[in-house]
């Protein structure tokens, strides 16, 4: 399952990019999607097989029996691009997004039926409104990437002058921050420690060692997050690299 859903989230990147959408558009549509996937309320309104289901036929993709599940996925993946793109006022055409979309899953196959066109485009809507619901009207997400910024700032100030020029730390962050929406995490702990802990990361990545004032055994994190202990950082640390297994 974990496997698919990091699948799904690529395809909502892949989309995204091709789309040319904004970074917090495409981190809010993988949010959207995590949230949907980790409800309590996600049964679709209509399930794939059921009779005058809206979905059905909808986006034709290789179903084998059990695995009905991921063409609703990739359909509600979809949808979350098209919630996303409005919440964070990134509007985007809906006809350029299904063919993205049925463009990216099939590997360049076009999308040529109208009537197969017509069919993606009500579900999409009626899946956005769903969606709706499961966030109880409320899609806004509360990013880490706000937290990133001031958080590389601080460290730019903090470090030994010429430090960032010598090291691609801030790159090196902001790619961690992209595979982090791979994970459910985004969902699970406060954006603060997350923008965190991927600053950790990657300063550990390029084995550049904090300075600290001498004869002190406090963590150079609790200037950032007080809140944050050693111990929680560590955790989500390996939490975060399991997204690269």
């Given at each position: 399952?974990?496997?698919?859903?990091r699948q799904v989230v690529?395809?909502?990147?892949?989309?995204g990019?091709t789309?040319?959408?904004?970074?917090?558009?495409?981190?809010t549509?993988?949010?959207?999607?995590?949230?949907y996937?980790?409800?309590?309320?996600r049964?679709?309104?209509l399930?794939?097989?059921?009779?005058?289901?809206?979905?059905?036929?909808?986006?034709h993709?290789?179903v084998?029996a059990g695995?009905?599940n991921l063409?609703?996925?990739?359909?509600?993946?979809?949808?979350?691009?098209?919630?996303a793109g409005?919440?964070?006022?990134?509007?985007?055409?809906?006809?350029k997004?299904?063919?993205?979309?049925?463009?990216t899953f099939?590997?360049?196959?076009?999308?040529?039926?109208?009537?197969?066109?017509y069919?993606?485009?009500t579900?999409?809507?009626?899946?956005?409104?769903?969606l709706l619901?499961?966030?109880?009207?409320?899609?806004?997400?509360?990013h880490?990437?706000?937290?990133?910024?001031?958080?590389?700032?601080?460290?730019?100030?903090?470090?030994?002058?010429?430090?960032?020029?010598?090291?691609?730390?801030?790159?090196v962050?902001?790619?961690?921050?992209?595979d982090?929406y791979?994970?459910?995490?985004?969902?699970?702990?406060?954006?603060?420690?997350?923008?965190?802990?991927?600053?950790?990361?990657?300063l550990q990545?390029l084995?550049?060692?904090f300075p600290?004032?001498?004869?002190?055994?406090r963590?150079?994190?609790k200037?950032?997050c007080?809140?944050?202990?050693?111990?929680?950082?560590?955790?989500?640390?390996?939490?975060?690299?399991?997204?690269?297994?």
């Amino acid at each position: 399952m974990a496997t698919h859903i990091r699948q799904v989230v690529l395809f909502i990147q892949e989309c995204g990019f091709t789309l040319e959408l904004r970074e917090l558009t495409v981190a809010t549509a993988c949010m959207l999607f995590h949230k949907y996937k980790h409800s309590p309320n996600r049964t679709l309104p209509l399930l794939i097989g059921q009779k005058d289901n809206i979905l059905d036929g909808s986006l034709h993709l290789p179903v084998s029996a059990g695995t009905e599940n991921l063409t609703e996925d990739y359909l509600v993946a979809t949808s979350c691009l098209l919630l996303a793109g409005k919440t964070e006022e990134n509007h985007l055409n809906i006809r350029k997004l299904i063919n993205v979309a049925y463009k990216t899953f099939f590997k360049e196959k076009e999308l040529a039926d109208i009537d197969e066109y017509y069919s993606m485009r009500t579900s999409i809507l009626t899946l956005e409104l769903w969606l709706l619901r499961i966030v109880g009207f409320h899609p806004v997400c509360n990013h880490p990437h706000q937290y990133l910024v001031c958080f590389l700032k601080a460290c730019q100030d903090w470090l030994p002058r010429d430090e960032f020029k010598r090291h691609p730390v801030a790159a090196v962050a902001w790619s961690l921050l992209r595979d982090a929406y791979l994970s459910e995490l985004v969902i699970q702990e406060k954006p603060e420690h997350i923008a965190l802990t991927i600053v950790a990361c990657a300063l550990q990545l390029l084995k550049i060692t904090f300075p600290t004032e001498n004869g002190s055994h406090r963590p150079w994190t609790k200037a950032f997050c007080h809140d944050l202990s050693s111990e929680h950082l560590d955790r989500l640390t390996i939490q975060l690299t399991r997204a690269y297994q």
